[in-house]
């Protein structure tokens, strides 16, 4: 950092009142640690916290609070706003979450790393693989290539209601324009055959095979 003496005119520099003024400034001021301050706390996404991580969320469009309300459609009576056979699953008697989930620092920081990543990435299989195993590391989760202009997600484990949000609404799999993507969570585990790493009788639940 620059001294006193090197920022005051030639003509004061014998001063000793200007020069202790100049340096009691200095100190209070100390501008080096403020930049750093800075750097640390807003610029650096890697150490930034609190209000510098908001701040990185409105640069990304990603708020720190996640609206869990789900709304999914379930079998009904015709009139009850509720769904015929083969279109959707029958109510467990589980209420749906709702309400609003606030993310810790370190959940946002990665998440916000995840959307960056996002917005440059390839829209194809392989890239978004890549991408789901970063936001899931060690989960089971992939996409499929389905066919033309069609994509499967396939989530073999039970996502937390913030985390399907997440997933669904916030633009993290970049998928290119007008391609279908099927969304299929399945939590194991499930009632099924030995040989396909299922469990037997008295032990699981029958999987409804409702996507999510």
């Known amino acids: 950092m620059l001294q006193p003496g090197e920022t005051v005119q030639s003509q004061y520099a014998a001063s000793p009142v200007i020069r202790a003024l100049a340096e009691s400034a200095r100190i209070r001021i100390a501008p080096d640690a403020d ?21 990185w969320g409105r640069i990304l469009g990603m708020g720190r609070k996640v609206d869990i309300t789900e709304l999914t459609d379930f079998f009904g009576f015709y009139g009850s706003d ?22 810790s620092d370190e959940a946002y920081r990665q998440l916000l790393l995840w959307k960056a990543m996002a917005n440059i990435s390839a829209a194809d299989a392989a890239s978004l693989n890549n991408l ?36 669904k ?34 032990s699981e639940p029958f999987w409804d095979g ?3």
């Open 35 to 55: 930049i750093e301050l800075f750097y640390r706390s807003v610029f650096n996404i890697a150490t930034a916290s609190g209000a510098g991580l908001d701040i």
């Open 82 to 103: 509720n769904e015929p056979f083969d279109q959707a699953p029958f109510w467990n008697g589980a209420n749906q979450p709702d309400g609003v989930y606030e993310l």
């Open 132 to 167: 789901l195993q970063g936001l899931f590391p060690g989960r089971n989760i992939v996409v499929y290539e389905t066919g033309v202009m069609a994509l499967e997600l396939f989530l073999y484990f039970p996502l937390e209601p913030w985390e399907r949000t997440i997933l």
């Open 169 to 202: 609404n916030y633009g993290l799999i970049a998928k290119g324009a007008g391609v279908e993507l099927n969304w299929v969570e399945i939590p194991y585990p499930v009632f099924g055959f030995n040989e396909a790493g299922y469990d037997p009788f008295d």
């Open 210 to 212: 409702s996507p999510r």
